[in-house]
């Protein structure tokens, strides 16, 4: 059934695009009504051209990573850490936080700091001022874990309208709640969350479309510091001298805590080597799916079964190996529409080729990375930290690469494929800003546009070094619009008698919502997911180039909880706020 919210009921909002640096942020939000928009298309005046620059300092982001010891030496040091941008305060602007490692007990270095820092390294919250800057509020949040942090993940996850965040690391995860006021308090042991080991990348779904999102934690090795043996050209001992692991499918009571569901789903069956985690909907049945990339482990497909489990299907879609039949050591895992035919295909960065792969619609892959030019070219890198985004709003996805050293702290430049369409890219690594030919080891990236532009920014967590946000300066750059999705599930808070509301409303945060945008003749399609790339999570906001088009023809949301929404005749270069119909009002 079609919901032609916009016109009935209004429940659309529009931000505008923040002001200059040094002028008052723009907060207002408007109502859209019904109107008829003119369906021209007004031609470019020039090619897009594709640029970043470092504002690191002019943001005032001055973040370093450490990985806790005097040089490089165990698997732990050298995995990295992610970041995330979330808006954690409703302001309608991105905020940044960054994970990071600090020195650990000296048993747990081979190169133990002669000398501790008097304050240990530590997580950064960067809050975002609206005008280009940012502030460090980190001691104010409560965000500074005593722990050694890999990865981080953001929802609602009890759909009370704040963002809440989870931190994985080595030994520790926890799970901060939003408290409303810029402050995060630990509910880890609370909700019933509890991860032994080495914690990484994980990622948020509603597995059961309950309207409560359930949490899945990959799990890396079992680490042993003490274990040294390896040759000394390879640094220290790889991911194939541990046992693999387990990793970990909470499922959401909605009412705060969580059920350990994972040998009940079937994903406990499964041991890996996990670094990358994304979950969404490739078979286009509307449930989603999670995809699991490990390290030098065939990677897994969990195929959701509609009933509370899952089935493993790595191997007979094409997603296990990599283009010679071989375990890679993948990375970072995105899913995306590269070729605007309504299904996701799959972007995997590793250690040797990546894989680049065409979704079938037929229940499988195929790898076409080599025919496009895009393996080649990377062959001579190890890729990390990756966003698949339009960055140039030319109407075509675009992908921007982060690489570094694997076992030791080589820097290496980085790259970015314009996207031509059809599955075409073009490398224009080197015309894109001086940014991206700085040699850098990095990790963990994550992407917004944290100026409310319609420009896709990055910030890259380097190992052992300070971390770049690359601002998105690109010229002649095309029309864009930006859709942040609220689903219609509240918190209950307890006043008169529990209404079970589940499986009639979608997730807070839209999590697991299908949106297909319609324009100048191009069909473009993007799922909210949560947790994406290596170790990092980026803005929630769904991001649509449209090169041309001055008017979005049709727009339509497919809830998680079976609501299909649709929006018509809407103007462009501007952020969206979509809510779902409640049950019981007009549609």
């Not at 979950?279 to 030098?296: H, K, P, T």
Request: glycine share 12%; proline share 4%.
């Amino acid at each position: 059934m079609n919901y032609r919210f916009l016109f009935l009921f209004g429940a659309v909002s529009l931000a505008a695009a923040p002001p200059a640096v040094g002028q008052t942020p723009l907060t207002r939000q408007e109502n859209v009504t019904a109107q008829t928009l003119p369906a021209t298309q007004a031609p470019a005046p020039h090619d897009p051209v594709i640029r970043f620059e470092d504002a690191s300092d002019k943001a005032g982001i001055n973040f370093t990573h450490s990985f806790g010891s005097r040089q490089l030496g165990s698997l732990l040091e050298g995995t990295g850490a992610g970041c995330i941008w979330f808006d954690y305060n409703n302001s309608g602007l991105e905020s940044l936080y960054v994970v990071n490692g600090r020195p650990l007990d000296d048993s747990m270095h081979p190169y133990p700091l002669k000398e501790k820092p008097a304050t240990p390294p530590h997580n950064h919250l960067y809050r975002n001022n609206g005008n280009g800057t940012f502030t460090d509020v980190t001691e104010k949040s409560g965000l500074n874990p005593d722990m050694y942090g890999i990865a981080v993940m953001a929802a609602d996850y009890d759909n009370d309208g704040y963002i809440d965040l989870l931190v994985t690391g080595y030994g520790k995860t926890i799970l901060y709640h939003n408290d409303g006021n810029g402050h995060f308090t630990d509910v880890t042991a609370k909700a019933g969350i509890k991860v032994d080991g080495w914690a990484i990348s994980s990622t948020w779904l509603d597995y059961n479309k309950d309207g409560c999102v359930d949490l899945f934690v990959g799990r890396y090795v079992k680490f042993d510091p003490k274990y040294r043996a390896y040759y000394a050209a390879d640094n220290y001992p790889g991911p194939l001298d541990y046992e693999g692991e387990t990793n970990k499918l909470y499922h959401n009571n909605c009412d705060g805590t969580f059920t350990d569901v994972t040998d009940k789903s079937g994903i406990g069956a499964y041991v890996g080597r996990t670094m990358g985690v994304t979950a969404a909907d490739f078979d286009n049945d509307g449930w989603d799916d999670i995809y699991v990339a490990n390290d030098r482990t065939e990677n897994f497909l969990f195929h959701n079964k509609h009933d509370g489990t899952f089935e493993e299907i790595a191997n007979e879609t094409g997603t296990a190996y990599g283009q010679n039949g071989e375990s890679t050591s993948s990375m970072g895992p995105v899913f995306a529409d590269l070729e605007g035919r309504g299904v996701l295909d799959l972007w995997v960065t590793d250690g040797h080729y990546n894989r680049l792969l065409h979704n079938t619609g037929k229940m499988s892959f195929e790898d076409i990375g080599a025919e496009t030019g895009v393996s080649q070219t990377n062959a001579q890198y190890v890729s990390w930290g990756t966003g698949v985004y339009d960055y140039d709003n030319s109407g075509q996805l675009d992908i921007l690469i982060f690489h570094g050293g694997l076992i030791h702290l080589y820097p290496q430049e980085h790259t970015l494929f314009r996207g031509l369409g059809q599955g075409k890219f073009a490398d224009v690594s080197r015309e894109a800003g001086p940014v991206l030919s700085v040699k850098s080891t990095a990790r963990g990236a994550c992407f917004a546009d944290y100026e409310n532009n319609g420009k896709m920014d990055a910030f890259v967590v380097n190992l052992g070094d300070k971390g770049v946000l690359l601002h998105n300066v690109s010229t002649d750059t095309g029309h864009w619009i930006e859709i942040k999705l609220v689903g219609a599930m509240t918190k209950f808070d307890g006043v008169g008698p529990k209404v079970d509301l589940k499986g009639t409303m979608s997730n807070r945060d839209g999590i697991g919502a299908r949106v297909e945008v319609f324009a100048a003749g191009k069909h473009h399609t993007a799922e909210r997911v949560a947790g994406t790339g290596y170790l990092s999570q980026d803005d929630a906001r769904l991001h649509f180039g449209l090169g041309t088009a001055t008017t979005i023809d049709k727009l339509i949301v497919h809830w998680p909880s079976g609501r299909e929404q649709t929006l018509e005749k809407l103007s462009v270069d501007r952020v969206l706020t979509v809510q779902e119909p409640k049950s019981g009002e007009a549609k």
